[in-house]
C-alpha cells in the first residue's frame, strides 16, 4: 500500500514537472502561439484573429504567468492534452496510434535481452573470476560503451549495407522488427548480465548458500532453489530502473529507423515545435515509467516478504 | 570403531603453513571440543574436515569415514557426504536460512531431496521436527520472522534432516548470550544422545565446559594441548591453556569494591521503548567517580538503548538523567563495541588522536604518556583503524576517550568481539581506568560472570515476559 | 525506491589507467592534432569531396570537401566541453543538496528526493530535448538540459552515502567528542564521497557525450554545418561505401572516448 502511495505521489509529480517544462516550452515559442495554437485547432484556413484571441483568453497566454500555468497544469492534470499543432487530431489519438508499435518494439527487445543477459551473468557470477566471467566482464564493458544509435548505425552497416541481409528501415513484418530490437537489447543485455553477474555472486557468496549445499544439495538445487529466486529481486529493481535507458533508447532507435512509435512522434513534435504533442509524449512516458515500477514493486514484495514490511 | 578419523590434516596458503598437521577421532557418544582463539586454525580444520576450504587455500591428509577413505587435497571427494553423512551447523543460524523461504520448507526440501522422502512424507517429517524443537506453527514463517534462537533450531532440523550421524558444529554460540549458549549446548547433546558424533569448535569456555568429553587446544595452527575436557580445563598442563582458562570470566578474582567519590550523574524513572513496544520502565540509579555499574540482560532487552538515553543520544519516553552541575558537555562518552566502526575509516590513528587532543587542549605527550600506560607501541598510530587488532584498536578507543578527561563512560559490550585473553585485559584496564582518572563507568555486557566480577553496582534488563523461546531443558526433554 | 542506489565500485589500477590513456589519446587529438597539422573544419572544396587522405587532411574529406580530420578534432572539443560542464554543475549541485537533504532530515529531504524521483522516470534525452526548445543556443540548451538530468545521480549518491555515514558510530563518537559538522564532513563524508563522485563524473561525462551524439544522429541536436559526432556520422552516412574512413572515423573516436571514460569510471553494483 505505502509503495503505491508512494508511486502516485512520483506519478504526480512527474505530471507537473512535465507540465511546467512543456509550458516553458509554449511561453518561449517564438511567434504569437495564440495564433499557432487556434491554427492547429482549426486549421489554417479557418484561423482569424478572433480564434487567436479566444485561445489567448483560454489559456491566459497573454496574461500573468501564474494563472497561464495553473490553466495548464489544470488541462494536464484531467489529460486533456488538446490537438496537435501539425496534423490538427487530439493528441490522444495520435498517442493511442503511436504506442503500440513502440510497445511491440521495446517489449521484443526486453524480451531478447532477457534471453541473452540473465543466463550468462547468471553462469559467470556462479564463478567468480572464472573464464566466462572475465570474457563477459570485457563484452558487457564493450557494450556498454556503445550507445543504442552507434549500435544502431554499426547494425545497419554490417547486416543492411554491406551483406544486405535486413532491412535498414520500414515496418510491419517480423524481419523489421531484428534490427531495431537487436540494436536495443545488445545494451540492455550487457548491463542485465552484469546485474545478474553480481548478485549471483554476492549471493553464492552469502551463508545460506554454502548451507543449502552443506544440507546435501546438489549445486544445480541449490541454484534452482536458492539462487535463482534470490537474484531475481535486485535483477527486477534494476530492471524498473532501467525502463529508462530503454524508453530513451526506443526514442533514438525509432528515429533511426523509421519506427512508427510513439519516440519517433516525440522527436517530429519537438522538431516541430508541437507543445501539444510534446506534453502527451512526455507524460505517457514518463507515467509508464512510473507504471512498470509499480508493478515491479509489487511482484518483488510478493517474492521478498522483507520488502513489504 | 570411530565413525571419523582424520589424520595429518595440514592447511597452507601457497607455500606458507597455516595449520600444522593435527589428527583428531570421533567416537560415537563422545563429543569433541576444538578450542582456540580468533586465528588459531580451528575452523579450518574443520573446513578441512568437510572439504569447505575456500579455493586460495588447500588442505593434506586423511579423512576415514566409516568405512570410506577421503583425501583431504580432494574436497570434491566429501561433497556426497554433506547432508548425508557429517551434518555441519552454521556459526549464525539466522544468516543461513534462505531469506525467501519459509522455515518450514527448507527442513521439507532437505527430508525430499536428500533422504528421498515422498512429498507428503517429507513434509509431515518436517512438521514433526518442528513440533519436537518447540517451534510449533513457525513452519510458515520467514527467517526474518524468527527470533535468533528459532533460527537456531530451525537451522539444525535443515541440517541434520538428511541423516547424517556426525554434526560439526562450528561456533555455534557466536553472538548468543548466556541463556542461549546453553539452550544450543543442550541441543547438540540431544543429538548426540541418538548415538552420533559431535565435533565442537569454539573458543567459548563456557560452551566447551558444557559440552564436556575430549578436548583439542589450538593455537597459531598447533596443537596445544590435547585430553578430556574436564582434565583440560580443571588442570591445564600448558601455560597457554592456563592463560586462556584464567582469562575465563567465571575465574576472574572478583574486582575489590571502590569507594564513591563525588556524584556524577542521576537518573530517575527512565522508561524507552522500540517499535511501540516498552523496553524497559521506571528504571532509577545514580553512579559517581569511580564506580562502575553493570547492565546485563538477554539480547534485544535494550541495554545499549539505556546507555545511549543515558548520554542524551536517545531521549527516554519517560523520567530523566541529571548530570551533575559543572561537568563539560564532552564528559560524557561511549565506548563502542566494534572500534573499528567508531573511529574515521580513513584517517590514520595518529592524526584522529592529535584532532582530539588538539580539540581539547591535551599535548603531544599525554598521548604518549597514555600509549605507555595502555601498553600500546608508537608504531601503531601510523596505521588507519582496519590495520590494527580488535583488542589493540579498542584501547586506542579508550585512549581516545581519556583526552577529553570524562566523568563518565558508557562501555557497549567492549570486549564482546575479542578473544578472552585479550578481553580480561581490556577490562582490567578499564577498571583502573575508573579508578585512576576518576570516572564512573557504565559496564554493558551479555556475560553476567564478566559484570559481576568488575561492577560495583549490577543492574538487569531481564524482561517480564520472554519471547517464544521455550526453556532449553524442555527442547533437550523432547528431543530424547 | 528511493533505497536503490548504484554503488559506483572503483575499478582496479590497470583498468582505469587504460581508461584514462584513451580518453588522454583522443584529447591528445582533439587539441593538439589542429596544431600539427593547421587546417579549417568549415572550409569546402567541392572538388576534394569524398576523396582519401593527405598531408592536410590526414582523414581525407566529406562529401562537401571539408577535412574530416579537422572536423573531428572541432567535434571532439565541443561535445567533451559541453559535458563537462554539465557534468561540473550537476555534481556540485548534487553534492550540495544531497548533504543538506541528509543532514537536514524530514520535509527538505523529502521534498528534494521526490523532486529526485520524478526526474529519475524522465528519460533523460526527453528533458534534454524540451530544453533545447526552451533556452536558446543550442549548446546552452545541452549544457542546462544535461545538467538537469545528471544532478540526480550526484544528489542521490551522495544523500546515500551521507546517511549511512552520519547515522554510523564513527560520527556518533566523533560528535560525542565535541567536534562540529565541519569536521564531520571532512573526516567522515568527504572521504567516503570523493571517489564515488569521481566515478559518477566519469559516467556522467559518457551519457552526456552520448546524448549530444545521439540527438545530432536524428537530427534535433546541434545543426549543420556545426562538427558534432552524431551530426558527422548521420552526414557521412550515405557515403559508406565510396568513402569508409570518412565514416569510421567519428564512429572510432567516439568509441574510443566512451569506452575509455567507462573504463575510467569502473563499474557499478546495485
Given at each position: 500500500m505505502n509503495t503505491l502511495i508512494t508511486r502516485g505521489i512520483q506519478a504526480l509529480m512527474v505530471a507537473v514537472l512535465i507540465g511546467a517544462a512543456t509550458f516553458a516550452m509554449m511561453r518561449a515559442l517564438p511567434g504569437d502561439a495564440a495564433y499557432r495554437i487556434a491554427a492547429g485547432r482549426y486549421g489554417y484556413d479557418n484561423v482569424d484573429t478572433a480564434a487567436a484571441d479566444a485561445v489567448r483568453e483560454e489559456l491566459g497566454l497573454g496574461g500573468p504567468a501564474l494563472p497561464a500555468f495553473l490553466t495548464w497544469l489544470g488541462d494536464l492534470l484531467r489529460l486533456d492534452f488538446g490537438t496537435s499543432l501539425v496534423t490538427g487530431q487530439p493528441v490522444i489519438e495520435e498517442i493511442g496510434h503511436q504506442l503500440g508499435a513502440s510497445m511491440a518494439l521495446a517489449g521484443v527487445a526486453v524480451l531478447l535481452s532477457l534471453i541473452l543477459g540473465p543466463p550468462l551473468g547468471i553462469l559467470a557470477g556462479l564463478r567468480p573470476g572464472g573464464v566466462l566471467d572475465r570474457v563477459l566482464l570485457v563484452v558487457s564493458t564493450g557494450l556498454k560503451a556503445v550507445p543504442q544509435f552507434l549500435m544502431a548505425l554499426i547494425l545497419i552497416l554490417i547486416l543492411s549495407v554491406q551483406f544486405r541481409l535486413l532491412p535498414a528501415a520500414g515496418h510491419g513484418e517480423a524481419r523489421h522488427f531484428i534490427l531495431p530490437s537487436l540494436a536495443l537489447a545488445l545494451g540492455l543485455a550487457a548491463v542485465n548480465a552484469r546485474i545478474a553477474r553480481d548478485a549471483m555472486a554476492r549471493i553464492g557468496a552469502m551463508p545460506f548458500y554454502s548451507f543449502a549445499q552443506w544440507k546435501g544439495l546438489s549445486p544445480r538445487q541449490t541454484l534452482l532453489r536458492h539462487g535463482l529466486r534470490n537474484v531475481s529481486v535486485p535483477l527486477l529493481t534494476y530492471l524498473g530502473l532501467q525502463f529508462v535507458t530503454l524508453v530513451e533508447g526506443v526514442v533514438v532507435v525509432e528515429a533511426v529507423f523509421g519506427w512508427p512509435g510513439i519516440g519517433h512522434a516525440l522527436v517530429h513534435a519537438i522538431f516541430s515545435r508541437d507543445v501539444p504533442m510534446v506534453q502527451g509524449t512526455a507524460l505517457c512516458l514518463g507515467l509508464s515509467f512510473v507504471l512498470v515500477n509499480a508493478i515491479i514493486d509489487l511482484v518483488t514484495q510478493r517474492i521478498d516478504p522483507r520488502r513489504a514490511a | 570403531m570411530s565413525l571419523l578419523k582424520a589424520e595429518d590434516i595440514t592447511v597452507s596458503q601457497g607455500d606458507t603453513p597455516i595449520l600444522h598437521p593435527v589428527s583428531l577421532h570421533l567416537e560415537p557418544g563422545e563429543p569433541l571440543v576444538i578450542l582456540g582463539e580468533t586465528g588459531s586454525g580451528k575452523s579450518l580444520l574443520a573446513q578441512a574436515i568437510m572439504g569447505t576450504l575456500p579455493r586460495d587455500l588447500a588442505a593434506r591428509g586423511r579423512v576415514a569415514l566409516g568405512d570410506r577413505l577421503l583425501d583431504a587435497a580432494r574436497p570434491d571427494g566429501f561433497r556426497p557426504l554433506w547432508g548425508r553423512q557429517i551434518a555441519v551447523l552454521p556459526q549464525e543460524p539466522w544468516l543461513s536460512l534462505d531469506p525467501l523461504m519459509q522455515a518450514e520448507r527448507q527442513v521439507t526440501e532437505t527430508h525430499r531431496l536428500v533422504r528421498g522422502l515422498g512429498t507428503t512424507e517429507a513434509r509431515v517429517q518436517a512438521a514433526a521436527d518442528f513440533d519436537h524443537l518447540g517451534l510449533t506453527g513457525a513452519g510458515h514463517r520467514y527467517p526474518h520472522e524468527l527470533s535468533g534462537g528459532m533460527a537456531q533450531r530451525a537451522a539444525i532440523a535443515a541440517a541434520r534432516a538428511g541423516g547424517a550421524r556426525i554434526v560439526i558444529a562450528d561456533?555455534?554460540?557466536?553472538?548468543?548470550?548466556a541463556a542461549r549458549r546453553d539452550e544450543v549446548a543442550d541441543l547438540l547433546l540431544a543429538e548426540l544422545a541418538r548415538g552420533g558424533g559431535l565435533l565442537v569448535i569454539t573458543h567459548d569456555l563456557a560452551l566447551a565446559r558444557r559440552v564436556g568429553g575430549r578436548m583439542i587446544v589450538l593455537r597459531e595452527g598447533r596443537v596445544v594441548e590435547t585430553g578430556p575436557t574436564k582434565t583440560v580445563m580443571d588442570a591445564p598442563t600448558q601455560t597457554y591453556t592456563r592463560d586462556l582458562i584464567a582469562a575465563d570470566p567465571d575465574n576472574w578474582a572478583a574486582r575489590d569494591r571502590q569507594t564513591a567519590g563525588a556524584p556524577v550523574l542521576t537518573a530517575t524513572g527512565l522508561a524507552a521503548d522500540r517499535g511501540g513496544a516498552q523496553?524497559?520502565?521506571d528504571l532509577s540509579f545514580d553512579l559517581a567517580e569511580g564506580r562502575i555499574l553493570g547492565v546485563t540482560g538477554p539480547?534485544?532487552?535494550?541495554k545499549s538503548t539505556l546507555g545511549d538515553v543515558v548520554l542524551g543520544l536517545v531521549p527516554p519516553s519517560a523520567g530523566r538523567v541529571k548530570r551533575s552541575e559543572g561537568?563539560?558537555?564532552?564528559?560524557f562518552q561511549k565506548l563502542y563495541q566494534d572500534p573499528v566502526a567508531a573511529f574515521p575509516r580513513h584517517r590514520t590513528l595518529k592524526g584522529t588522536l592529535e584532532d582530539v587532543a588538539r580539540r581539547h587542549g591535551q599535548t603531544q605527550d599525554r598521548i604518549d604518556a597514555l600509549m605507555h600506560r595502555l601498553g600500546l607501541a608508537p608504531v601503531l598510530l601510523l596505521r588507519k583503524p582496519d590495520a590494527v587488532s580488535g583488542g589493540e584498536l579498542q584501547r586506542l578507543a579508550l585512549l581516545r576517550l581519556l583526552l577529553v578527561r570524562p566523568k563518565f563512560i558508557f562501555a557497549d559490550e567492549p570486549t564482546s568481539r575479542l578473544d578472552p585473553i585479550t578481553q580480561k585485559h581490556v577490562i582490567d584496564l578499564l577498571c583502573e581506568t575508573a579508578a585512576t582518572e576518576g570516572c564512573a563507568i557504565m559496564l554493558i555486557s551479555h556475560d553476567p560472570a564478566l559484570v559481576a566480577r568488575t561492577a560495583d553496582q549490577m543492574l538487569s534488563l531481564d524482561p517480564a515476559a520472554p519471547n517464544l523461546d521455550v526453556t532449553p531443558t524442555r527442547v533437550a526433554g523432547a528431543l530424547q | 525506491m528511493t533505497d536503490t542506489v548504484m554503488i559506483p565500485r572503483p575499478a582496479g589500477h590497470a583498468v582505469r589507467w587504460t581508461g584514462a590513456a584513451l580518453v588522454a589519446a583522443v584529447l591528445v587529438l582533439a587539441l593538439i592534432g589542429p596544431l600539427a597539422v593547421p587546417g579549417d573544419p568549415f572550409a569546402q572544396s567541392l572538388l576534394k569531396a569524398l576523396s582519401g587522405p593527405e598531408a592536410g587532411a590526414p582523414l581525407g574529406y566529406d562529401h562537401l570537401g571539408r577535412s574530416i580530420f579537422h572536423r573531428l578534432a572541432h567535434a571532439l572539443r565541443l561535445s567533451p566541453t559541453i559535458a563537462l560542464a554539465a557534468v561540473l554543475t550537476a555534481g556540485l549541485a548534487g553534492l550540495v543538496l544531497g548533504t543538506f537533504a541528509a543532514a537536514r532530515g524530514g520535509w527538505t529531504d523529502r521534498v528534494l528526493i521526490t523532486l529526485a524521483d520524478a526526474l529519475l522516470a524522465l528519460p533523460g534525452l526527453l528533458l534534454v530535448l524540451i530544453m533545447l526548445a526552451i533556452v536558446p543556443g543550442t549548446a546552452l540548451g545541452f549544457w542546462a538540459g544535461l545538467s538537469l538530468v545528471l544532478w540526480v545521480e550526484f544528489f542521490r549518491l551522495t544523500r546515500a552515502t551521507t546517511r549511512e555515514t552520519l547515522a554510523s558510530p564513527a560520527v556518533q563518537a566523533t560528535r560525542l567528542l565535541g567536534f562540529g559538522p565541519t569536521y564531520v564532513f571532512r573526516t567522515h563524508i568527504w572521504p567516503e564521497i570523493a571517489p564515488m563522485m569521481l566515478t559518477a563524473a566519469a559516467f556522467g561525462t559518457a551519457t552526456a557525450i552520448m546524448a549530444i551524439a545521439a540527438l545530432g544522429f536524428v537530427h534535433v541536436g546541434m545543426r549543420a554545418p556545426t562538427p558534432e559526432l552524431g551530426l558527422m556520422m548521420v552526414e557521412l552516412l550515405p557515403y559508406w561505401r565510396e568513402a569508409p574512413l570518412a565514416l569510421l572515423s567519428p564512429v572510432i573516436a567516439t568509441f574510443a572516448l566512451l569506452l575509455g571514460l567507462t573504463l575510467l569510471a569502473g563499474s557499478r553494483e546495485t
Open positions: - | 561456533e555455534p554460540t557466536k553472538g548468543l548470550d523496553l524497559f520502565s539480547s534485544g532487552c535494550g561537568l563539560a558537555p564532552t564528559a | -
